[in-house]
């Protein structure tokens, strides 16, 4: 029994310890930021938006349930956390929400018109910044949550509304 639980365990910390490896460490966007992330966002009819890494979800289930006729994306490389997601979503199903077990840097990103991404700096500037010039739409925006993505070449907006608010940045392409 003993040795069950130990790799069960190990398979557990290995999946989430994948997904923090490739793009963040977990942790949540905060609740209080949600409304501040639409507000941002200012979403219109039939656009299409990837939350890449969503580990609970919490920003795509509020933008879809406040944006109906969006459609979101949920993009997840870790079993666990993609079963986490499954759970949720069928306690709380949004039929404008679809989850997706795949690497981030495996998906297309010329389909969608907007990214939300928690990610460190190092993997947004080394890694994610190369795909996203190459694929992401002329009119797409990224939004970064506290991290920007640097040397970013065309026009990066910050907002961060008070000193105990943490950044959340536009890059625009």
Request: with cysteine.
């Amino acid at each position: 029994m003993n040795l069950i639980i130990q790799i069960a365990g190990s398979i557990i910390l290995w999946s989430l310890a994948l997904s923090s490896l490739s793009i963040a460490p977990f942790a949540p966007t905060r609740k209080q930021d949600l409304e501040r992330i639409n507000k941002i966002m200012s979403l219109s009819k039939w656009q299409k938006i990837l939350e890449i890494g969503f580990w609970d979800g919490r920003v795509s289930r509020y933008l879809a349930k406040n944006n109906k006729d969006c459609e979101f994306i949920w993009l997840e490389l870790s079993p666990i956390l993609f079963f986490i997601g499954k759970i949720i979503s069928f306690y709380s199903p949004q039929k404008n929400l679809k989850l997706k077990l795949k690497n981030a840097f495996k998906e297309d990103f010329s389909q969608y018109d907007y990214f939300y991404i928690f990610g460190m700096p190092e993997v947004l500037k080394k890694k994610l910044k190369d795909k996203f010039l190459k694929e992401m739409k002329y009119w797409a925006k990224i939004i970064s949550y506290c991290f920007e993505i640097e040397d970013w070449p065309w026009e990066k907006i910050k907002d961060k509304p008070a000193h105990d608010r943490l950044s959340i940045y536009t890059m625009i392409r």
